[in-house]
């Protein structure tokens, strides 16, 4: 079955401890991308990579980094989390470069930093 | 700025009431226009894609127009099942990101 997987899909953790949610899609695309949905804020970019060992910021990337080693993973990074960390992360992935493509949407982590 | 903007925030509907949701975007140079649907505890799971002015989708009892300034969401005869948050999301030229609005929550009653 096509999809985009992540983990973990729920997270509790502290202030300053570093975290990975991983990403990870079967279906040959290109470009992934991470987004943070927040109520009254709607869903915001926060990396995203066209291609293996390519990537770049979204609007909110701070405090955030990204990796791109394998065509099918894109794990997003936390080194050090805050409070302001706490959102509903999903992960993405399209075809080919560009947004101007359908994308597809992993399940979400929705993550609590206390 | 780049902008998208949905409305209603929410909107309630007898079943078999049909109604449009809209969305209305300011953006340099419109690549595309996507509309998702999303359930509770779900990611975005994509609906439509729209190109140019004037460009209609259908799908089921959904169908999506366009025209330069924005975009509508028309429900026909709606079913609980149709009960969902619609957002819409746009491309600018250029730009390797989709800018999405804050959505219309839609309930759909028996």
């Known amino acids: 079955e096509a999809q985009v997987t992540q983990n973990p899909r729920y997270l509790i953790t502290v202030t300053g401890k570093k975290l990975t949610v991983t990403c990870s899609q079967n279906m040959n695309h290109e470009y992934m991308s991470w987004y943070r949905q927040d109520p009254g804020l709607g869903l915001r970019q926060i990396y995203y990579?066209?291609?293996?060992?390519?990537?770049d910021k979204g609007d909110v990337p701070e405090g955030y980094k990204v990796s791109r080693k394998e065509k099918r993973n894109f794990p997003l990074i936390l080194e050090s989390p805050s409070p302001n960390q706490t959102s509903l992360y999903f992960c993405?992935?399209?075809?080919?470069?560009?947004?101007?493509?359908?994308?597809?949407f992993g399940p979400g982590t929705r993550l609590l930093v206390l | 700025e780049d902008q998208v903007t949905q409305s209603p925030e929410a909107l309630r509907l007898q079943e078999g009431e049909s109604s449009s949701l809209n969305c209305s975007y300011t953006v340099s140079g419109l690549r595309g226009l996507f509309w998702y649907r999303q359930d509770p505890g779900k990611g975005p799971e994509f609906l439509f894609t729209?190109?140019?002015a004037g460009e209609e989708k259908e799908k089921e009892r959904l169908k999506a127009t366009l025209t330069k300034k924005e975009s509508f969401l028309h429900i026909t005869a709606p079913k609980p099942e149709d009960s969902a948050t619609y957002l819409c999301a746009v491309t600018p030229a250029g730009f390797q990101k989709l800018v999405f609005g804050t959505g219309t929550r839609l309930l759909v009653s028996p």
């Open positions: 993405a992935s399209s075809k080919r470069q560009g947004a101007i493509e359908t994308q597809y």
């Open positions: 729209l190109y140019s």
């Open positions: 990579s066209m291609n293996v060992e390519v990537t």
